[in-house]
């Protein structure tokens, strides 16, 4: 059965700590063993990792 979540692309996300844009970052697996390790024996059923920071834009402006 495919569900909702199956049919539409994952993303990781970029927040920017300024204007607060959201940006997508293409998705990439993190390390298994580094996962297993930290979490133990905790069942996972998904995970997200969003990236604070500032947006291309607003770092710009800093430097102007």
């Known amino acids: 059965t495919l ?8 993303y ?4 920017c ?3 607060r844009a959201v940006d997508d ?8 063993a580094s996962i297993k ?3 133990k024996k905790r069942e996972v059923r998904n ?3 969003v ?3 500032l947006c ?5 402006a800093t430097t102007e």
Do not use: N
């Open 47 to 49: 995970y997200e990792v």
């Open 56 to 60: 291309e834009e607003c770092r710009q």
């Open 17 to 19: 700590d300024r204007c």
């Open 12 to 15: 990781h996300h970029f927040v």
């Open 51 to 53: 990236f604070h920071g």
């Open 25 to 32: 970052i293409p998705w990439f697996d993190l390390p298994g």
């Open 37 to 39: 390790e930290a979490l």
């Open 3 to 10: 569900s909702l979540h199956d049919a539409l692309p994952i």
